[in-house]
T-cell receptor
Framework: EAAVTQSPRSKVAVTGGKVTLSCHQT?????MYWYRQDTGHGLRLIHY???????EKGDIPDGYKASRPSQENFSLILELASLSQTAVYFC?????????FGKGTRLTVV | GQGVEQPAKLMSVEGTFARVNCTYS??????LSWYQQREGQAPVFLSY????GLKDSGHFSTFLSRSNGYSYLLLTELQIKDSASYLC????????????FGQGTKLSIKP
C-alpha cells in the first residue's frame, strides 16, 4: 500500500518564524500535493508537483513555498508564519487517479 | 472559472441510502474522484470516474455526467459507520496534475 509520511505531526510556531513541513512517499508517484484544511472545511490546494525539481502554484500559494528535491520528498515552507496559517496540512501523492494522503500535520501559529 | 461545489450537510437513516452531489466547472475535465474523510483523519480514496454513466462498486456507486458538470456518490444500505465527510475532486487536463477538491459533504446517519 502506498505510504505517505509527514513530519512533524504537530507543531506550534511563533508568528514571524519559519516553518518547514516535510513529506516523504515510498511509491515513486509522479504527483505530490500540499493541501490545507481548516476546521469544517474542505481541502485547499497550496502547491503541487508532477516531477522532481519542479513545483506549481495551487489556488492559495501566497505565504507558502514548496520544494521537491527528489521524487520522494516534497516540503512546504512558511518563511514568515502568520496566525491565519493555523490549520491542518495534508501532503498527498498520486500515480494519476487515486490519491494517497499522509496523516496530516496540525500547525498552530501563536 | 474553475470550482467544485458540494452541499455542506446531508442526513439520512440507517438501512436506507444517501446521495452526495457534486457539481464542477473546469477548463479541461480529466476525471473525478471521491474520498471519505472521518473526523480527525486523512481522506481515503473511494472511486474514480472519467466516463459518463453509473459505476457500481457495491456499497458505493458513482455517477457522472460530463455535459452537466455533475456527479454523485450513492451509498446504499447505510450503516452508522458511514457517517463521515465525503469529498469530490476534479482533475484539470490543462494544468497537469492539478486536483481541486470541493468543501465536502458531512453525512450524518441516524438509527
Amino acid at each position: 500500500e502506498a505510504a505517505v509520511t509527514q513530519s512533524p505531526r504537530s507543531k506550534v510556531a511563533v508568528t514571524g518564524g519559519k516553518v518547514t513541513l516535510s513529506c516523504h512517499q515510498t511509491n515513486n508517484h509522479d504527483y505530490m500535493y500540499w493541501y490545507r484544511q481548516d476546521t469544517g472545511h474542505g481541502l485547499r490546494l497550496i502547491h503541487y508537483s508532477y516531477v522532481a525539481d519542479s513545483t506549481e502554484k495551487g489556488d492559495i500559494p501566497d505565504g507558502y513555498k514548496a520544494s521537491r528535491p527528489s521524487q520522494e520528498n516534497f516540503s512546504l515552507i512558511l518563511e514568515l508564519a502568520s496566525l491565519s496559517q493555523t490549520a491542518v496540512y495534508f501532503c498527498a501523492s498520486s500515480p494519476g487517479q487515486e490519491v494517497f494522503f499522509g496523516k496530516g500535520t496540525r500547525l498552530t501559529v501563536v | 472559472g474553475q470550482g467544485v461545489e458540494q452541499p455542506a450537510k446531508l442526513m439520512s437513516v440507517e438501512g436506507t441510502f444517501a446521495r452526495v452531489n457534486c457539481t464542477y466547472s473546469t477548463s479541461g475535465f480529466n476525471g473525478l474522484s471521491w474520498y471519505q474523510q472521518r473526523e480527525g483523519q486523512a481522506p481515503v480514496f473511494l472511486s474514480y470516474v472519467v466516463l459518463d454513466g453509473l459505476k457500481d462498486s457495491g456499497h458505493f456507486s458513482t455517477f457522472l455526467s460530463r455535459s452537466n458538470g455533475y456527479s454523485y456518490l450513492l451509498l446504499t444500505e447505510l450503516q452508522i459507520k458511514d457517517s463521515a465527510s465525503y469529498l469530490c475532486a476534479v482533475r484539470d487536463r490543462y494544468n497537469q496534475g492539478k486536483l481541486i477538491f470541493g468543501q465536502g459533504t458531512k453525512l450524518s446517519i441516524k438509527p
